[in-house]
């Protein structure tokens, strides 16, 4: 064999592990996940840009924990792979931040917490949720 036909082969058995790479179904791992309304106040008033979290009572590693963003109208919009998509079913305590935008120089920037520092871990929490296949129109949460 030639000493260039050689260094190819060698080449190629290196490179061809390589080429199956591509070919191994890489897509994320995916649950049902079922729509979520939940109002959410503070003080008898909407929480617009409030964030919240549903950590869930029984973990799964290839499932994200579900988050969401309070709306202008008080109504909280929640995702766990896409945007709006909903929760997982299961139980679920609810963590909530709500950070009010203030003026620092010439930016608005998030101010400090304003929701009761309770809420905002899932150990301190008392906000549990229970979510079910189809649409979920949970109980107003009030802080």
Same mark, same amino acid.
Request: hydrophobic letters at 40%; charged letters at 20%; proline letters at 11%.
């Given at each position: 064999?030639?000493?260039?036909?050689?260094?190819?082969?060698?080449?190629?058995?290196?490179?061809?592990?390589?080429? #199956?790479?591509?070919?191994?179904?890489?897509?994320?791992?995916?649950?049902?996940?079922?729509?979520?309304?939940?109002?959410?106040? #503070?003080?008898?008033?909407?929480?617009?840009?409030?964030?919240?979290?549903?950590?869930?009572?029984?973990?799964?590693?290839?499932?994200?924990?579900?988050?969401?963003?309070?709306?202008?109208?008080?109504?909280?919009?929640?995702?766990?792979?896409?945007?709006?998509?909903?929760?997982?079913?299961?139980?679920?305590?609810?963590?909530?931040?709500?950070?009010?935008?203030?003026?620092?120089?010439?930016?608005?920037?998030?101010?400090?917490?304003?929701?009761?520092?309770?809420?905002?871990?899932?150990?301190?929490?008392?906000?549990?949720?229970?979510?079910?296949?189809?649409?979920?129109?949970?109980?107003?949460?009030?802080?």
């Amino acid at each position: 064999m030639s000493p260039l036909r050689s260094r190819l082969s060698i080449a190629l058995s290196l490179l061809s592990p390589l080429a #199956f790479v591509g070919c191994v179904d890489s897509a994320p791992l995916t649950v049902a996940t079922y729509p979520v309304e939940a109002p959410i106040t #503070f003080q008898g008033k909407p929480t617009p840009g409030a964030f919240i979290a549903f950590h869930p009572v029984t973990p799964s590693e290839d499932v994200p924990a579900p988050r969401g963003v309070v709306t202008r109208e008080g109504q909280l919009q929640v995702s766990t792979f896409n945007g709006g998509d909903g929760d997982p079913e299961g139980g679920y305590v609810v963590t909530v931040q709500w950070n009010r935008l203030i003026r620092r120089g010439d930016e608005i920037v998030a101010g400090p917490n304003v929701i009761p520092r309770k809420y905002a871990s899932p150990q301190t929490s008392n906000l549990r949720v229970r979510i079910a296949a189809g649409d979920n129109k949970l109980d107003p949460i009030r802080l």
